[in-house]
């Protein structure tokens, strides 16, 4: 398997009432308009979504982010989200155990949670 290159990767926000193309999206950032949101800022808020084309390495960072933060000593657990549909919670985890689970909840620290879901290509053919 091959090792996580940190990339110190930087996220645009994503508002309604804005523009939402890519190119538009770096012309702002780039004339100080807009900013780019680090990792550390949005791990301080409380619920965040990252949205991204498939193959842009999502859950491999989401992986990669939950592995810092638990050997910072911080309570983080990475998990897919169809296996919710037929696993407790408990068993789904793909990063994290059950028994650190349940530690987590007995006590009063701040835990983050990664739900990662597979991106379905969809393909038809032409008749």
């Known amino acids: 398997m091959a090792e996580h290159i940190e990339l110190d990767r930087t996220f ?14 770096r012309t702002m950032v780039a004339l100080g308009v807009d900013q780019q949101i680090s990792w550390n800022k949005l791990l301080g808020k409380p619920r965040i979504v990252i949205l991204g084309e498939p193959g842009t390495g999502k859950t491999e960072e989401l992986s990669a982010v939950t592995k810092r933060l638990r050997n910072a000593g911080n309570p983080a657990f990475f998990c897919r ?11 789904s985890f793909d990063i994290g155990t059950p028994l650190e689970f349940d530690a987590w909840l007995a006590g009063d620290q701040e835990g983050y949670f990664f739900l990662d879901s597979v991106e379905r290509i969809i393909g038809c053919l032409a008749a």
């Open 12 to 25: 645009w926000p994503v508002e309604a009432d804005k523009e939402l193309d890519p190119e538009t999206i």
């Open 81 to 91: 989200i169809e296996l919710l549909q037929e696993l407790d919670l408990r068993q």
